[in-house]
């Protein structure tokens, strides 16, 4: 998903495709990164919490703030190994946390918790 919405936000927003960043191979790979960090941070949520898609929604929201700060500092150092970024990069690599931090959100803990999840928690009193 990530794959196209790169490829259609460079060409609609005007973003030069020179900026390696902004092709689809690394956004493929760092989107796919990202999933299984979030994987396993509301996998260690869910083993520590009462009430884990609770947790996680609180959770998930500071994760992609953080997860914004390595692109916000390319306003401030533009030039890297990839190419030099721009305002307009940086945007649309922020932008690109969006889907995966959706998925993450509303997506993952219906795909991960088992459904006697809550019912295994109250029997337990964990």
Known sequence: ?????????????????????????????????????????????????????????????????????????LLFSPVTPMGTATPGHVLVLMALHVPAFLFAVFLMPRLILRPSHAADRRQTGR
């Open 1 to 73: 998903m990530n794959g196209l919405l790169v490829s259609l936000m460079v060409h609609t927003m005007g973003v030069d495709p020179s900026f390696r960043a902004v092709a689809v191979v690394p956004v493929v790979l760092f989107t796919l990164v990202g999933v299984l960090a979030a994987a396993v941070a509301f996998g260690i949520v869910a083993l520590r919490s009462a009430e884990p898609v609770r947790t996680w929604r609180v959770v998930a929201p500071i994760g992609l703030l953080v997860s914004w700060l390595p692109d916000l500092m």
